[in-house]
């Protein structure tokens, strides 16, 4: 069936490096790709979104960036903080009118000091 | 100001007794998700509810498993006859009202920890 996955399910970076998480999605139809951050025992929290008739989006520290013609996406965060360790998941909203999200697997980001 | 809220925690149970988490939404907020996360697995869409609309229930894995939404805010889902591959974390979310074309933000709960014996 259609799903959305990620590349690599643990990146271990540099505190102050950049990171780069990726995820390949399998559904050109759809409308909206958000990514959550997921730390320990939590629910996962909105990073940001994009929307399909965008190709980058920025936010602070953080950008998302929408590749429609391979069906890749990517979120970077600059500046990798050990704040920013957790796990990330990409997840795809199909519309209509139920709006519900197709989640990948996640990617665990490791921040080292 | 408040954001979802879940209970129990945690929640410990043997094979073949029911179950019934609760989840409390944003005040406001009319659409209400609930999802089923595995162990080390990402979020697995379970129903869906919007105001007094039928709910979406395609993503119930069995019959065992049933969700109510009383009012309009609290809800409860309910697995019966607990198996051990019933074990996840069960998180819930809210939104705003969703309609086609548009999209709302979801707002997760923490989740409760469901371990089946």
């Known amino acids: 069936g259609e799903s959305v996955g990620l590349h690599l399910p643990t990146l271990s970076v540099q505190e102050g490096d950049n990171s780069i998480i990726n995820c390949a999605y399998s559904?050109?139809?759809?409308?909206?790709f958000i990514w959550y951050k997921q730390e320990s025992g939590k629910g996962p929290q909105f990073i940001i979104d994009?929307?399909?008739?965008?190709d980058k989006r920025q936010g602070q520290r953080v950008t998302v960036l929408l590749n429609k013609t391979v069906k890749h996406l990517s979120l970077q965060i600059a500046a990798t903080q050990p704040g920013d360790s957790a796990v990330y998941f990409c997840?795809?909203?199909?519309?209509?009118?139920?709006?519900?999200?197709?989640f990948g697997t996640g990617t665990l980001l490791a921040v080292q000091p | 100001g408040a954001g979802v809220s879940q209970s129990p925690s945690n929640k410990v149970t043997e094979k073949g007794k029911d179950v019934e988490l609760r989840c409390d939404p944003i005040?406001?907020?009319?659409?209400l998700y609930w999802y089923r996360q595995s162990l080390g697995q990402g979020l697995e869409f379970l129903i869906y509810?919007?105001?007094?609309?039928?709910?979406?229930k395609s993503g119930l894995p069995s019959d065992r498993f049933s969700a109510e939404r009383t009012g309009g805010s609290v809800s409860t889902l309910t697995i019966q006859r607990t198996q051990q591959e019933d074990s996840a974390v069960y998180l819930c979310?809210?939104?705003?009202?969703?309609?086609?074309?548009?999209?709302?933000?979801?707002?997760f709960g923490p989740g409760t920890r469901l371990t089946v014996l």
């Open positions: 997840a795809e909203n199909r519309g209509g009118a139920t709006n519900k999200l197709i």
């Open positions: 509810f919007q105001g007094n609309s039928a709910p979406d």
């Open positions: 979310a809210s939104s705003l009202k969703t309609g086609l074309g548009a999209y709302n933000e979801q707002f």
């Open positions: 994009i929307r399909s008739n965008m």
């Open positions: 005040s406001g907020h009319t659409a």
């Open positions: 559904n050109s139809a759809s409308d909206y």
